[in-house]
């Protein structure tokens, strides 16, 4: 009898299943209905797998576990048994390769239930990834404006590694004058100097990151502002000029110490002249000119007595009084 009555039990329950629904078998594969709109993206380089849940709701709560593979490895596990609608598999303790292809898929769950796996679109990680906006600060230098640039941050390795030729496409105008914008794409550095601008203006700086491998430029940074002042001499000319003179100097200084032996030679030279170049250069000389300025007596000056007498005419105050008094 006790068997019987556990038989009985026994089948209703497989009958009905274990969340209710009328079910031949407790794990059948397909039944619960896959998750939909499964895609494979990248921003920043990191491995994002996301879905919606599936058509036909479950009527218990939905589990989802996803795997991935690239263009050479097989199927490895990515997430497992997770609620919500998205797996970042670059976070997973996996190796990814940044110029990998990549192809992920998930299946949902409910109980024990498993649905098929629903694969995803295949991207390359460095071509396909959108490149977050840099992050731009702006510095006013008189009539000039210093841009600052920051890469954005990859989850994967760093834009400079991955990319080996990285611009950036620097876009600045006048306040309130976007329409009339200049750009200028072939900026490596991430420090650059706008100096064609106008003193007491205020300008917007937006910059864009383009690299040859990835087909789409950065997302844009946000337009930062900053106003010029007035054209004045860049206070570190001054300072290269200062640093050139005292750098001279401390080299005429060490030349001079390090060779001053052979100055001191050139300067004042040990060896005596010959004694025949010494009789000749100490010889009066036999020019006529010179023996006759000799000889001649110094010129008489010839001058003639001038005397200075006052006129007594009245001076230009006295002659002033006078008109003053006539008047
Ligand atoms: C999935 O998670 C649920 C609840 O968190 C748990 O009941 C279930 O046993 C898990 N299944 C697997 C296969 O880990
Ligand atoms: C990551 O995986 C390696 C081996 O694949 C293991 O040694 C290490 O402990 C793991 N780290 C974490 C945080 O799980
Ligand atoms: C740089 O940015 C400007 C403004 O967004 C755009 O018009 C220009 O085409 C870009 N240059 C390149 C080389 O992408
Ligand atoms: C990249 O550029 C292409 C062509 O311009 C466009 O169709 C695609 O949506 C862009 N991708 C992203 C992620 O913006």
């Given amino acids: 009898m006790a068997v019987a009555i556990c038989a009985f039990i026994w089948t209703f329950t497989t009958i009905l299943g274990p969340s209710g629904n009328l079910a031949l078998s407790p794990v059948v594969s397909g039944v619960l209905s896959t998750p939909t709109n499964v895609r494979l993206t990248s921003s920043n380089m990191n491995l994002m797998l996301t879905w919606d849940s599936p058509d036909r709701p479950a009527t218990s709560q939905v589990y989802y576990t996803t ?5 050479v490895s097989d199927f490895k596990v990515g997430c497992v048994n997770i609620s919500n609608l998205e797996c970042d598999l670059s ?3 996996v190796s990814i390769f940044e110029y990998g292809k990549y192809t992920g898929r998930v299946r949902s769950q409910s109980g024990t239930e498993s649905s098929t796996w629903e694969e995803s679109n295949q991207i390359t990680l460095d071509k396909d990834t959108i490149i977050g906006s840099p992050i731009v600060s702006l510095s006013s230098n008189g009539a000039a ?3 600052t640039i920051k890469d954005p941050v990859f989850t994967i390795s ?3 590694k991955v990319y080996h030729s990285v611009n950036y496409n620097i876009t600045y105008w006048e306040d309130g004058w976007r329409e009339k914008a200049r750009s200028n794409s072939n900026i490596q550095q991430n420090r650059v100097v706008l100096n064609d601008l106008d003193p007491w203006t205020k300008y917007c700086v937006q910059v864009q990151i383009i690299t040859e491998r990835n087909p789409n430029l950065s997302i844009p940074s946000a337009a930062v502002c900053e106003s010029t002042t007035t054209e004045e001499e860049v206070p570190w000319v001054a300072a290269v000029g200062t640093f050139c003179i005292v750098a001279l100097a ?4 060490v030349v001079a110490v390090v060779y001053r032996k052979h100055m001191s030679h050139f300067l004042c030279p040990k060896d005596a002249l010959p004694q025949h170049l010494k009789e000749y250069l100490l010889a009066p000389p036999i020019s006529s000119m010179y023996l006759a300025m000799r000889n001649s007596h110094p010129p008489d000056e010839i001058y003639h007595q001038v005397s200075i007498i006052a006129d007594g005419r009245p001076t230009t105050e006295g002659r002033k009084e006078n008109l003053q008094q006539t008047a």
């Fill in 91 to 93: 976070q997973l303790n």
């Fill in 158 to 160: 760093a834009l400079r």
């Fill in 145 to 147: 404006i210093e841009v």
């Fill in 67 to 71: 795997q991935f593979k690239s263009s």
């Fill in 250 to 253: 401390v080299a005429l200084v």
